[in-house]
């Protein structure tokens, strides 16, 4: 159940508070029902020495109530629940644009702030390629490949998520003002696990990273040095248990070192999009089936029957030219074309150049 206007006020408080990150927070709201009860009559709170910020916490419920932002709390069946999975998800997330590309199929690209141009070509060609057929591109909207990811998707069907380490009533760094603008009216969003007016520190970094990677199905690391940030998101993606892909380079690239360092560990070594698709075939099953009810569209597959079920089965998640597709199925050109057309519109699959491939959503 999802908390009253009243208890908001108070989850806000803490949220704010020095001392009480999303481990703390997490396991207070996990033992107290009444949030108000943590509070003296003088609205000290009991649990943390300090006094609440009301006045930043009047801010955060007033940003709350412009038409495109959203402040989630871990209670809300919007709560994307792959986040919901890892052990220090944020107890509350701050979302500005579309809410409902949280539940999206997504694929988190990361990588160097600096890469090469041959690097930031292959992020926007990935990117638009895994945005085309049904993926939302998640990264962190920093410059290089963060920016590159974003912009490939915008390229794609703009489905793209930006997580960031500040309150989203500011956009860091400055020079991408630009590009949330872009992400925003692309329909893409935002997302923040902090308050208003909170600025991007150092230290905010590592943990935007975390929601980085526990969005996404997989983290695909196209370049990086081995002392990048992006093998943090890396890292807390294995530890989340999610897959995590690079892209190998020049033995003589600083920017390759830790990708392949990555790959020694046990990372996917990736040269296509395919790469990545075919490994994350054997999770859909699992991910495309959330804990909510089936959708509208979803029963309208069902209802166009077994024969569309049949050649559905026969198109993969990669692009999938039309002639294996007739080949596969053992129906004529013009039936595959004309069923395909009657499965593009309900939504199951997209056209891709090539061919098609299963739509993820």
Known sequence: MEYSEDQWRFLLALLR????????LSAILEQCSDLSTLFDAKNHCQVMPGTADWRAVDKDLKWGQNPDCTILSFKNVLYPRLLKEIS????????????????????????SRNPTSAGAETAMQFAEYFSKVGFTITSGLAVGIDAAAHQGALLGNGSTIAVVAHGLDSV???VHRDLTTQIIEGGG?????????????A???????????????????????????????????????????????????????????????????????KDVLEELDSLMKYVMQPERTVSKDAKTSVALGAPYETLLREVGYECTPLDLVVLRSGLTA????????????????????????????
Do not use: D, W
């Not at 020095?18 to 703390?24: C, E, I, T």
């Not at 969003?189 to 520190?201: C, D, K, Q």
């Open 17 to 24: 508070i020095p001392g009480v990150g999303p481990v703390k």
């Open 172 to 174: 860091y760094p400055a």
């Open 189 to 201: 969003a935002l997302v923040s696990e902090f308050p208003i007016g909170v600025g991007a520190l």
């Open 334 to 361: 013009q039936k595959v074309s004309s069923m395909l057309l009657e499965l593009e519109l309900q939504g199951q699959v997209v056209s891709v150049p090539g061919g098609y491939a299963r739509a993820l959503t």
């Open 203 to 273: 230290g905010h970094f590592p943990r935007r990273n975390r929601i980085i990677s526990g969005l996404s199905v997989g983290t695909l690391v196209v370049e990086a040095a081995l002392n990048s940030g992006s093998l943090i998101t890396a890292k807390q993606a294995l530890e989340q248990g999610r897959e995590v892909f690079a892209i190998p380079g020049s033995i003589h690239s600083p920017l390759a070192k830790g990708c392949h360092g990555l790959i020694r560990q046990g990372a996917k070594l990736v040269e296509t999009a």
């Open 88 to 111: 220090n998800a944020p107890p509350v997330l701050f979302v500005r644009g579309n809410i409902k590309l949280l539940e999206r199929l997504q694929i988190a690209m990361v990588g």
